[in-house]
């Protein structure tokens, strides 16, 4: 016998593609990490603007694919009663539950990877001009 509350077949749906979204976390930081090695000797060695621009974008993609698992993963460590999904009550208290467990210490981890992770991909696009400049 299951005690609590039952799961839609949508949210758990849901929930087993995060988690295995959540799993190749590892590898797509690894990647990202790659990237940005192999970026960053680029710039360093002097590269032309058009070598650089696919290694910048290669990057870029990379952090997002590691954003896109860690925020999978954080979703999973919450657990699938923060997944929003039928009426307005049911969303709502989803929204809830997600605040209330953002505050557990199982959940903090992933969380400090999503901000830190956000931030890395918006200081490379500010930081890079991957485009030539236009003369006015």
């Not at 993609?61 to 009550?89: N, W």
């Amino acid at each position: 016998m299951v005690l609590g509350r039952k799961v839609s077949p949508e949210v758990a749906e849901r929930h087993a593609a995060d988690k295995t979204l959540a799993a190749e976390l590892h590898d797509r930081l690894a990647a990202a990490q790659d990237a940005e090695r192999e970026f960053h000797a680029a710039q360093v060695e002097g590269r032309a603007l058009d070598e650089l621009r696919p290694l910048a974008v290669a990057y870029d993609r990379a952090l997002y694919d590691a954003l896109l698992a860690a925020e999978a993963a954080q979703r999973s460590a919450m657990g699938p009663k923060t997944y929003e999904h039928g009426d307005a009550k049911q969303r709502r208290a989803a929204q809830i539950a997600a605040r209330k467990a953002q505050a557990k210490p199982s959940v903090r981890p992933y969380t400090d990877e999503v901000d830190r992770l956000r931030t890395l991909r918006e200081a490379h696009k500010l930081a890079l001009r991957t485009t030539p400049p236009a003369h006015v």
